[in-house]
Nanobody
């Protein structure tokens, strides 16, 4: 099995910064993509940033130029650096990872983190 552990959420003032982390562990043979989603109250979950292996990262328009997704492949960890935060960035942020397990042998997986709250407020 594969598990994700997220950290880094919290309360920040508008214009501030936060860095989210998500570490994958377990029987991982290969990770194909790691991504961050968010869900605000009363809204659907949306893809914020995606980092697929061998491809350039992609971002939702509302965070371009402010958020940066990065990966440490040796640690199976993905980060989301969030700068110039706005009130509308307030949401629960979820990590998502897709890959292939080492055991059972070469079985595709997709797992979600538990979510971390980000609140932007003065």
């Amino acid at each position: 099995q594969v598990q994700l552990v997220e950290s880094g959420g919290g309360l920040v003032q508008p214009g501030g910064s936060l860095r989210l982390s998500c570490a994958a562990s377990g029987s991982i043979f290969k990770i194909n993509a790691m991504a961050w989603y968010r869900q605000a109250p009363g809204k659907e979950r949306e893809l914020v940033a995606d980092s697929a292996t061998g491809r350039s990262p992609t971002y939702v328009d509302s965070v371009k130029g402010r958020f940066t997704i990065s990966r440490d492949n040796a640690k199976n960890t993905v980060y989301l650096q969030m700068n110039s935060l706005k009130a509308e960035d307030t949401a629960v942020y979820y990590c998502n990872t897709k890959g292939v397990t080492h055991y059972p042998l070469y079985v595709p997986f997709e797992v979600w983190g538990q979510g971390t709250q980000v609140t932007v407020s003065s």
